[in-house]
């Protein structure tokens, strides 16, 4: 049996040494032989504001080198069960959208073809909505939860339909969605009509704005997910503007009034349970992350989704 696949420690080569890699992984050319992978998607030409988020994936990874292998809460040890690595960037056009979202599409029909569960880097939200019709084409419609500050199913932007803010909407008309079991937790801000984020509801979704998220644990939240959804392949896309800017301020189309990273934990650690397919955590952008704390809160919740996939070993009470 081939060994699986560890992040370089940090007593063997110094954490601001060795491969630039998600969590110091070996890197792989492809998905043949693994059980999860990270990949990037570098891509900012779908975002609607302040741009930068074809820099996420390299800060991100940048970022996630002081992640040890276990996890202290939850007791998960992903390295011990799946076989990981960080396989690379998907090969995105940046002159033209249109054709990276087939590209996109493409890669990732490749990636679930060896059976491997894709944690991916981005890259604007728009890059969710070719995943979902690759997962759809691999497992059927999925469940969602998606996290974001936005609902992200604008039917057009400046005439457009493909943008980071219409992949959700793109997904429902594609068939990609289970719709009794879409949950979007963090939406607030500003709208176009006050009925915006009701879009979703009259689908079926469930929408829990921000306000009924505040000063609240979201664990029960959860659990009541989790039994909504069941044994169906699960989708988590996570929009990292979801989080206040007091926490994440390194995005491009910043809301104040979010959630916490208290909160944000227990939304990725209450995905235990679900038959998770795939994750994504988005719309980082390093330009207005100063810190480098977006990039590092990122990259930490990459890894707590690596935690939750089916078969990690964790407590379990
Ligand atoms: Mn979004
Ligand atoms: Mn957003």
Redesign the pocket.
Known sequence: MTRLNQPLGGNEMPRFGGPATMMRLPSAASAAGLDACFVGVPMDIGTSNRPGTRLGPRQIRDESRMIRPYNMATRAAPFDALQVADIGDVPINTFDLKKSVAIIEAFYAELLGHGAIPLTLGGD?TLTWPILKAMRDRHGPVALVHV???S?TNEAMFGETVAHGCPFRRAWEDGCLLNDRVFQIGLRGSGYAAGDFDWGRERGWTVIQAEECWWKSLTPLMADIRARIGDAPAYLSF?I??LDPAFAPGTG?VEPGGLTTWQALEIVRGSAGLNLVGADLV?VSPPYDVSGNTALIGANLLFEMLCVLPGVPRKTD
């Open positions: 939200h974001d500050a936005h992200d929009d503007d979801s189309t719309e």
